[in-house]
């Protein structure tokens, strides 16, 4: 029996040592996975907004490599709201992909550390450069201080949506051109319309909130930095636009659960009639058309007494250092930057065409929310590329502007805190 | 004559001990040694130790005592109101009546659902839009309007605290419910015999046979509802503003928000620091009463 018992023993800690052997061996093998092969695997990481897009990507990559038979691509997806943090994990551990979806305002963060390849070189002989939107080249330009790092994917600009039988309900005969016109029929469609109980505007409080928060501060003279990039958020046309915005909740023209509301229960909101307006981009236009047939329009976000300004949404897409296979890699991110791809993308996501060609396509030039996307090109932003705004958009803004929503601190010390936030 | 070794019994628990030092001793220490590190994922390059900076930024940092005081708020209501209601529970779940076995049964639901499910179900329910919370309490004529309760900074920690009191009923029913099955019955004869009114049977014999029980539950507890974000994560994500942020999501928030896992080790180490002053206050008062016993 204790022979027995001593055989099972030295079987059980050999298991166990063999176990942890093992563990450590197959870590070598999937790092050694990279070494050189006739065949390439790429692996791509992005979020898609619906499952359902995932099937499109996965038809572009299919069709990428019976373009390119030796490169394969292997997709990943993660969720938006942990995608840049995984990434960063990933790569601060010596792993990652090959490519990535990505957002321009990450971009610091990730060139601090040398995570990103420069593209400028291999962008500088790609037959594409000419047909893409000249504006991206810009901001992609800002962001990467001179340099190109990410290649345009898909872009957005916010603007308003509305509901036409609302406006027709309590006489606005025309969109508002100015943000105090804008004010006014917000608090003009506050009221009971065919027996329903409807706010004028449904204010976005958590995370995402900061870019129509941003026409507000804007409209009233407000800026994120000047010329030189040195953050000036702290000023009292700022404080004047914030203390418009929450004033809009506090007077009881928004739903009362607007320090909470995201997207998805603002577009819940708007759906169920509860609202007659909101700020969000062309990526809401595919569904909201479903749900609300023709009772949906847009209109561009006005202009105030301060300045006008939208925010400009942006999906690029990147080549990571760490990549073993760079070339390949940017092959493939230039061919999701090409015609049929962004094509094949933008008809099934309803996002905005980084190139010429495509936008000139009827489908896309003749659509409403188009069209009003690009009458706000030319006053559409982004916020200041710095080191701290990732952090500031996904963690710092919702919180303080929640804290002022709700009446724990004044507009203004919500901005002094934003502003110092922002500065890190 | 040397005395010959059995390796036999070290042999046996090597794979548990092994196991319990990947799993619980490594990543224990190496949070230790992370709360004394710049440790940001965002700036690998910067790591390294710092001494003590986390743990004074912690002790300078007002979000840290807002965060400690909705903690204790959050283990005193939210424990105590599950203790209170899990011994109502377990004393009418005694008693013999019809359908005891399936109400048994059935009060264990809320027990084995999982925390994230139950703070999606209770978000939907408390939805200040269309919540049933509202509907009925509209239905029945004690408001007018909805009450957005989750959106509102003074609401949202009771009612997250009332979604956990739910949560954990039904585990002081069943924890007190085998202890009392352990009670002898001649005692309450006895009592019955001097004519003892049913207030003084719980408080002489009920309570003192049971107290170990309510103890070590109790600080079971204590424990895990510290530690706990599940709830509250996915009911207000610690908002609005950081009206219901307790140390465990603020420390989750530092961590995997912003991948500050320096500063967020520090204030896990904090947070465990708090709960040990509890744990050493409670097994004192357990053993005490144990060898008296």
């Known amino acids: ?424 | 004559m040397k005395k010959k070794i059995n390796f036999a019994p070290y042999l046996l628990i090597a794979p548990a001990v092994v196991f319990m030092l990947l799993v619980v001793a490594y990543p224990a220490i190496n949070s230790i040694l992370m709360s004394f590190q710049n440790y940001n994922l965002t700036k690998p390059q910067q790591r390294g130790f710092i001494g003590l900076t986390n743990y004074i930024t912690a002790f300078h940092d007002p979000l840290f005592y807002q965060s400690l005081i909705n903690t204790l708020i959050w283990v005193i209501f939210g424990v105590g109101f599950q203790f209170l209601f899990g011994f109502i529970l377990a004393l009418i779940l005694n008693r013999d009546f019809r359908g005891r076995g399936f109400i048994r049964s059935a009060a264990l639901i809320p027990w084995v659902t999982p925390g994230v499910l139950i703070g999606l179900m209770w978000t939907w329910m408390y939805d200040g839009n269309y919540g049933v919370i509202n509907d009925l309490l509209h239905k029945v004529g004690l408001i007018n309007t909805f009450i957005p309760f989750l959106s509102d900074a003074n609401a949202a920690l009771p009612c997250v605290i009332i979604t956990l009191v739910w949560q954990g009923i039904p585990f002081f029913a069943i924890m007190i419910l085998a202890a009392l099955q352990g009670v002898p019955g001649e005692l309450y004869e006895a009592a019955d015999v001097d004519g003892c009114p049913a207030h003084t049977k719980l408080f002489k014999i009920t309570i003192p046979s049971i107290k170990n029980t309510i103890f070590v539950t109790t600080l079971l507890r204590i424990i895990w509802v510290a530690n706990s974000i599940d709830i509250i994560f996915s009911m207000t994500n610690g908002g609005p503003g950081f009206s219901s942020m307790t140390l465990s999501v603020y420390a989750f928030k530092k961590a995997y928000g912003t991948l500050d896992f320096g500063y967020a080790s520090t204030l896990s180490i904090l947070l465990t620091l708090l709960l040990m002053i509890v744990a050493v206050f409670y097994l004192r008062n357990f053993f005490k009463s144990a060898d008296e016993q």
């Open chain 1, 1 to 424: 029996m204790k022979k027995l018992a001593k055989a099972v023993a030295i079987f059980l800690a050999a298991a166990m040592i063999a176990g942890v052997s093992a563990g450590c061996s197959s870590n070598k093998a999937s790092s050694g996975a990279s070494a050189p092969a006739k065949n390439i695997t790429l692996t791509h990481w992005l979020w898609v907004d619906d499952p359902s897009y995932l099937k499109t990507m996965q038809t572009i990559a299919d069709d990428f490599h019976k373009a390119n038979p030796t490169i394969t691509v292997k997709l990943q997806t993660y969720a938006y709201a942990d995608f840049n943090n995984v990434l960063t994990t990933a790569l601060a551990g010596g792993g990652g992909p090959d490519t990535a979806s990505f957002k321009l305002t990450w971009t610091p963060s990730y060139t601090q550390n040398n995570y990103l390849v420069d593209l400028d070189n291999s962008i500088s002989g790609w037959s594409g450069k000419a047909d893409v939107v000249p504006m991206l080249w810009d901001k992609m330009k800002e962001a990467g201080s001179g340099k190109v790092y990410t290649m345009p994917w898909t872009w957005q600009v916010l603007y308003v949506y509305y509901r036409p039988s609302y406006f027709k309900a309590v006489g606005i005969n025309s969109v508002p051109t100015t943000f105090d016109d804008f004010i006014a029929d917000i608090k003009k469609c506050t009221t009971t319309i065919n027996g329903k109980a409807v706010k004028g505007f449904g204010l976005r409080g958590s995370a995402g909130g900061q870019e129509p928060w941003g026409s507000f501060i804007q409209a009233f003279g407000g800026k994120f930095a000047d010329a030189s990039g040195k953050v000036i958020l702290d000023s009292p046309e700022t404080v004047k636009g914030t203390q418009a915005f929450i004033d809009l909740y506090k007077g009881g023209y928004t739903p009362a659960t607007a320090p909470s509301d995201g997207l998805s229960q603002l577009e819940t909101e708007f759906n169920n009639g509860q609202i007659a307006m909101f700020i969000h981009h062309i990526g809401s236009s595919v569904t909201m058309v479903k749900a609300n047939g023709t009772d949906i329009s847009a209109f561009a976000v006005p202009k105030g007494t301060g300045g006008q300004w939208t925010s400009m949404g942006d999906t690029e897409n990147v080549v990571l250092s760490a990549s073993k296979n760079q070339d390949a890699a940017s092959k493939w991110v230039e061919y999701l930057a090409e015609k049929d791809a962004v094509s094949a993308w933008d008809t099934t996501t309803g996002n905005l065409p980084v190139v010429n060609s495509v936008a000139e396509e009827p489908a896309f030039k003749d659509n409403q929310f188009v069209k009003v996307s690009m009458d706000s090109q030319s006053y559409a932003g982004i916020f200041p590329i710095l080191p701290t705004t990732a952090n500031w958009v996904s963690n710092e803004w919702a919180p303080i502007m929640q804290q002022a929503l709700t009446g724990k601190i004044t507009a203004a010390d919500a901005v002094k805190q934003l502003d110092a936030k922002l500065k890190g």
